[in-house]
């Protein structure tokens, strides 16, 4: 049985996400979509959009086709899956969760990744994040939500490009600095084909190997690493620790990758992970990676993370291509590179000679 694939549709108050909704639903593509919409006390727009396409949303509440669904994720997931499979609604093939937009999108991911009942039916496909072309750097700046928005995205899209206020192309470099492994996109009153939203999840990877490298999108990170470092060589000679705002929360992120050329022992990443959760949990925003385990040197492992939850380890056939070094990419809060590299490093037997557990504890930048 094939898992229904879920995206997430999340973006700051007033950002276009129904806009955006709207018009992927009028699309054949996404024509058999189930929609849930976890909105508190906005329901006009929301009433006109499941006016507007009555026989492609199936709602969720007692069967009600235009309701505002209060939030349990698992209990809905479940009733809409009963529903689906008794014949009571379409027998719809994706769902699209739409957040509000204040929210962190962390414990809806966390729950598609972890929740057993629901790892039977549905799969976690693409987190899309909508942000305000005209708004949005001033959001960034204000709401440290929209940053970790912005953080967890696979996809990108910038609205309102149309109107003269809007700043699309400074707000998309931030964004890339933020998130280099996520797609940006632009839609104007949400215009954007739906195959670039969706298809970007990692069970879709499974089920095709080869794209492990586009899932990931290591090579992005690399090119953003100057950030990172420019970053250190400030605040290591003692001058101001940073040329923009000091207060911009996105100027606590840093997006970076790190790569190993020798194979890991399966008990000793666990360990890293372990203890990278136990100490900075929740300021590991994202982690993906492709991992070289010495005990399984054909099957690349693949590991991905939101703050302290991992989604169990899925492993991959056979590498997609000669390369066989683990590579892991990181979206983390004030948790740089070089934090990271000594704890796996130390873990992992590249720096045998140093304490683990003293490496671990030591939350210094
Ligand atoms: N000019 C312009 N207006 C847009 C665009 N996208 C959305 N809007 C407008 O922006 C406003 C907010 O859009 P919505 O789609 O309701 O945003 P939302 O993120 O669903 O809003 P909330 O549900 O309140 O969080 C509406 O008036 C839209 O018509 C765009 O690309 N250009």
Redesign the pocket.
């Known amino acids: 049985m094939s898992l229904l694939p879920v995206s997430i549709l999340t973006?700051f108050?007033?950002?276009?996400?129904?806009?955006l909704l709207r018009h992927l639903l009028g699309q054949p593509e996404l024509s058999d979509t189930a929609v849930i919409v976890n909105?508190f006390g906005?329901v006009g727009?929301d009433h006109m959009l499941v006016a507007d396409s009555e026989e492609k949303i199936v709602e969720l509440n007692s069967g009600c086709l235009c309701c505002t669904v209060r939030w349990d994720l698992v209990t809905t997931l479940d009733e809409l899956y009963a529903k689906r499979e008794a014949g009571s609604i379409p027998a719809f093939s994706r769902v699209v969760i739409e957040t509000t937009?204040l929210a962190d999108p962390a414990p809806v991911l966390h729950t598609l990744m972890n929740d057993p009942k629901l790892a039977a039916r549905f799969r976690l496909d693409s987190v899309i994040t909508?942000v305000d072309g005209v708004n949005g750097l001033a959001t960034l700046d204000r709401h440290e939500e929209a940053v970790k928005q912005a953080a967890v995205a696979d996809r990108l899209v910038i609205?309102?490009g149309?109107?003269p206020e809007a700043e699309v192309d400074t707000l998309e470099s931030r964004l890339g600095q933020l998130n280099p492994g996520a797609a940006r996109l632009r839609?104007?009153?949400?215009e954007v084909p739906a195959d670039a939203l969706f298809g970007a999840g990692f069970y879709a990877l499974e089920e095709r190997g080869e794209d492990v490298r586009r899932w990931l999108r290591e090579e992005a990170y690399q090119d953003a690493a100057g950030h990172d470092h420019a970053e250190h060589a400030h605040a290591h000679d003692g001058s101001q620790a940073h040329a923009h705002d000091v207060n911009r929360h996105d100027d606590h992120i840093r997006a970076f990758s790190i790569v190993r050329e020798e194979p890991v022992s399966g008990a000793r990443f666990s360990l890293f992970l372990e203890l990278l959760v136990a100490n900075r949990g929740p300021d590991i925003l994202r982690v993906k990676g492709i991992v070289n385990i010495a005990e399984k040197p054909d099957k690349p492992a693949v590991i991905h993370g939101v703050q302290h939850l991992f989604h169990p380890v899925a492993w991959m056939d056979s590498w997609p291509d000669a390369d066989r070094s683990t590579r892991l990419v990181f979206i983390t809060r004030d948790v740089s590179r070089d934090w990271v590299e000594k704890l796996l490093d130390a873990l992992t037997g590249e720096r045998e000679e140093t304490d683990p557990v003293l490496q671990a504890g030591d939350r210094r930048e």
């Open positions: 973006g108050l007033g950002s276009g996400k129904t806009t909105e906005e727009l937009g909508v609205t309102k149309d109107l839609a104007i009153m949400g």
